[in-house]
T-cell receptor, first 114, second 112 residues
């Protein structure tokens, strides 16, 4: 099946720990995105990548880091510098980064900081 | 002011009812418009794009008013399975990047 996978589905982290969220797509899409969603709020863009080996900060990049070494993979690291990391994290991809291409979302990872 | 604003609801309607959601956006440079549907604790999925001339997909009708910076979604003959949160999404172009801005969503609960 073609699509976007995220793992793990649920993740618990102690304060002060870094944690990496996985996102993989087999849609051959160039662009990939990371969003976070908090209760009662819209999705907010953390980082995006339009092509391999390139990525840009979104609106709320502080405390996060990404890499894009392979077209199909765009992992997100939530560092200890992120002050309020508990949230629902959604990865998305689109055929290209511009134009009118639809963004498709993965099933998400729920991160809870204990 | 939020870039994309929606009435969060919830909207509680009986099966078979017609319900309308509204959305306003603040940036007149916004270029493309969408409605996404998000089920509880799931990822958003594209419901439909919104075109200037208005468009319909079965029981769903989307309309755009650029002059008023206003988007709407009409659902006719509501089904129990329509219960979800509906996200209004606006795309703005900067350089060659199409950035999506999401509203906070409107929750619909269809009751038997």
């Amino acid at each position: 099946d073609g699509g976007i996978t995220q793992s793990p589905k649920y993740l618990f982290r102690k304060e002060g720990q870094n944690v990496t969220l996985s996102c993989e797509q087999n849609l051959n899409h160039d662009a990939m995105y990371w969003y976070r969603q908090d209760p009662g709020q819209g999705l907010r863009l953390i980082y995006y990548s339009q092509i391999v080996n390139d990525f840009q900060k979104g609106d709320i990049a502080e405390g996060y880091s990404v890499s894009r070494e392979k077209k199909e993979s765009f992992p997100l690291t939530v560092t200890s510098a992120q002050k309020n990391p508990t949230a629902f994290y959604l990865c998305a991809s689109s055929r290209t980064g511009g134009g009118t291409d639809t963004q498709y979302f993965g099933p998400g990872t729920r991160l809870t900081v204990l | 002011r939020k870039e994309v604003e929606q009435d969060p609801g919830p909207f509680n309607v009986p099966e078979g009812a017609t319900v309308a959601f509204n959305c306003t956006y603040s940036n007149s440079a916004s270029q493309s418009f969408f409605w996404y549907r998000q089920d509880c604790r799931k990822e958003p999925k594209l419901l439909m794009s919104v075109y200037s001339s208005g468009n319909e997909d079965g029981r769903f009708t989307a309309q755009l008013n650029r002059a008023s910076q206003y988007i709407s979604l009409l659902i006719r003959d509501s089904k129990l399975s329509d219960s979800a949160t509906y996200l209004c999404v606006v795309r703005m172009y900067s350089s060659n990047t199409g950035k999506l801005i999401f509203g906070q969503g409107t929750t619909l609960q269809v009751k038997p």
